[in-house]
């Protein structure tokens, strides 16, 4: 089946540790995305790719950092200059070229920071 | 800037009432709006979507949507809720980009 795997599913983290998160898709999606939800707040955009090798940042980039070196793989690095990094993190893909289509989204990580 | 509003943040009904959750946007020009749900322990999966002609649309599980242009709206309906119903509810923007602008989410609670 086609989806979006996102592991692990819980991460704890010591106060100045880098993590990495890790999202793949198999659905042949050119653009990849990463969205943190926190209660009450929704879902913030982080980063978003629409190609390899290219990303952006979006809303709330600070202290997170990302890589697109391969279509299916859209990794990202929750840095220690990350002042509130707890949260759960989703990772979303889409066809580009078609905002009609909508996004599959991962399960999620919950990373704590302990 | 684009935004999205979601009024309700939490809404706990009895089982058979029925459900209009309210979304409104802010964006002038031509918009895809989407409703998504998140059900407990589960990931965030499309319940229906708007971008062109009839402004009523129907999704999954009995649930519709009106889009109404001229009060930059969205709202959510179900006409009677059932207890596996219970989830958040996320609206969304998009303005023709495959960015999209996510509102703050609904907690829908049924009380069976």
């Known amino acids: 089946d086609g989806g979006i795997t996102q592991s692990p599913k819980y991460l704890f983290r010591k106060e100045g540790q880098n993590v990495t998160l890790s999202c793949e898709q198999n659905l042949n999606h050119d653009a990849m995305y990463w969205y943190r939800q926190d209660p009450g707040q929704g879902l913030r955009l982080i980063y978003y790719?629409?190609?390899?090798?290219?990303?952006q940042k979006g809303d709330i980039a600070e202290g997170y950092s990302v890589s697109r070196e391969k279509k299916e793989s859209f990794p990202l690095t929750v840095t220690s200059a990350q002042k509130n990094p707890t949260a759960f993190y989703l990772c979303?893909?889409?066809?580009?070229?078609?905002?009609?289509?909508?996004?599959?989204f991962g399960s999620g990580t919950r990373l704590t920071v302990v | 800037a684009q935004s999205v509003s979601q009024h309700n943040h939490h809404v706990i009904l009895s089982e058979a009432a029925s459900l209009e959750l309210g979304c409104n946007y802010s964006y002038g020009g031509t918009v895809n709006l989407f409703w998504y749900v998140q059900y407990p322990g589960q990931h965030l999966q499309l319940l229906l979507k708007?971008?062109?002609?009839?402004?009523l649309v129907k999704g999954i599980k009995g649930f519709e949507a009106e889009f109404i242009k001229s009060k930059f709206s969205f709202n959510l309906r179900k006409p009677s809720v059932q207890w596996s119903d219970t989830a958040e509810y996320f609206c969304a923007v998009s303005s023709g980009t495959y960015k999209y602008i996510f509102g703050t989410g609904t907690r829908l609670k049924v009380l069976a």
């Open positions: 708007y971008f062109s002609g009839d402004p």
């Open positions: 979303a893909s889409s066809i580009v070229g078609n905002s009609n289509y909508g996004y599959t």
């Open positions: 790719s629409q190609i390899v090798n290219d990303f």
